[in-house]
């Protein structure tokens, strides 16, 4: 077996317990399960890249990592603490994927799909933000502004999967369809009454964004590798 697959197979199986204890009920088993999930997949990062990790990544990881520690503790500011630690993940996702890839060159055929995207993500950050609870209504800005950070981080994963069609851009579409998800679901959850479906496929879209991103690090690295032997 592999250095990093024990921690892999700790990922899933926290997955599978999360959504276990959510169809349960059990919601502080699954918020217990699911903080298992990040340290998990970090760790199988981290042995994937022969313990190699830049600043920007490690950044991304530990405000993840307080995000979840925000939940885990469930207190007057978690809400609040957790938008702020997502809202720094994103922006700095959104930095790597403008200074960590080619500049875009939109051709005649991308035009429409790429409309498409725009007029999608636009309508989502409307409708979604329309949607909010008492707590939301407190800080619109910072939602507001967290909610166009977001948009800007799928728009840029979905043009560059439009224009490009790499592997490398399908793991950053994936990444961002799966923390847009996480995040439009999460607000139903406060805004609809208490549905384990919703609960579901909150839970399941962040664990999976995780997953995603981790891809999309590995494979980034391992791009830029080939690039500099080729170079």
Wanted: proline fraction near 1%.
């Amino acid at each position: 077996m592999k250095a990093n697959k024990p921690s892999l197979i700790l990922y899933f199986l926290a997955l599978l317990f999360t959504i276990i204890f959510n169809c349960m009920q059990h919601d502080v088993m699954a918020v217990y399960t699911k903080s298992i999930v990040l340290p998990a997949i970090f760790f199988y990062f981290l042995i994937s890249s022969d313990y190699k990790i830049g600043k920007t990544e490690a950044l991304v990881f530990l405000f993840c990592f307080i995000g979840q520690v925000f939940e885990l503790m469930d207190v007057e500011i978690s809400e609040l603490g957790g938008v702020l630690s997502f809202l720094i993940v994103y922006i700095l996702l959104l930095r790597i994927f403008i200074t960590r890839h080619e500049r875009i060159k939109f051709r005649k055929r991308d035009i429409l799909p790429i409309s498409i995207v725009v007029i999608f993500i636009v309508y989502l950050l409307i409708s979604v933000l329309s949607l909010q609870s008492d707590n939301m209504k407190k800080f619109n800005w910072l939602y507001t502004f967290y909610g166009i950070i977001l948009s800007l981080l799928c728009y840029y994963a979905f043009v560059n999967y439009i224009t490009k069609g790499t592997y490398l851009a399908f793991l950053m579409s994936l990444m961002a369809i799966s923390y847009m998800l996480s995040d439009i679901f999460f607000i139903f959850c406060e805004y609809f009454s208490y549905s384990i479906v919703l609960i579901l496929i909150r839970d399941i879209t962040q664990i999976l964004a995780y997953y995603f991103m981790v891809a999309y690090f590995l494979k980034k690295g391992k791009s830029h590798k080939k690039m500099l032997y080729d170079n």
